[in-house]
């Protein structure tokens, strides 16, 4: 059966929430970008809809400190989260980042797959293992964007999507994983692929 190809470049900025609550009515199909402090969430979500000032991007760490929600239809929408880890914030603001964070994770029922990114040079930290252990225990389907990959020659790209690719082997068919930049564009069909599978019924 053919799926519809989802329009990425009419995606609109919704709304920010600072908790679960305050989140849209929890209806139709969503798709969750999660990913330490400035792994490249935003740009990423920029470059997959042609439109820089969509998401708000920072070099400083932890500039995404609600979830922002972008609409692609009346019923599919795109989630930048909260980033996770490092970020230059207080103790207590990441600890409410961080219980928002499993809040929005365990009970949205829209929710129908996490991209979680991580920087091709620094991948698999123990925060985005968290993301992997609970995406494997709630059945939640993964798919890893391994980011800013033209800050590494092919042969090293390639290394480190393979040393990956390897660790997700237990999650088995739930996890994937790819190569992806936001600054020269590249990446982007796989992952498109991916979020028509998740965001259609």
């Known amino acids: 059966m053919d799926k519809s190809t989802i329009n990425f470049q009419l995606a609109k900025f919704v709304t920010s929430a600072p908790s679960l609550d305050q989140c849209p009515e929890d209806i139709g199909r969503e798709v969750a970008f999660a990913g330490r402090s400035n792994a490249g969430k935003s740009s990423a979500i920029n470059s997959l809809t042609k439109n820089n000032k969509l998401a708000k991007t920072s070099k400083t760490p932890g500039r995404t400190q609600l979830i922002n929600f972008f609409a692609l239809s009346e019923s599919q929408r795109l989630v930048d989260l909260p980033g996770y880890g490092f970020a230059k914030v207080p103790l207590k603001v990441k600890q409410e980042w961080t219980r928002q964070l499993e809040n929005y994770l365990q009970k949205r029922e829209s929710l129908q797959g996490l991209i979680v990114l991580m920087d091709i040079r620094h991948p698999l930290q123990p925060f985005d293992q968290q993301m992997l252990d609970w995406a494997a225990s709630a059945d939640m389907p993964v798919h890893i964007l391994l980011t800013k ?41 796989e992952l498109t692929a991916i979020l028509d599978n998740w965001l259609t019924s």
């Open 149 to 189: 990959a033209d800050k590494l020659k092919r042969g090293a790209a390639n290394a480190t999507l393979l040393q990956v690719r390897s660790a997700l082997e237990p999650l088995g068919e739930r996890a994937s994983v790819q190569l992806f930049s936001a600054l020269k564009h590249t990446g982007h069909e």
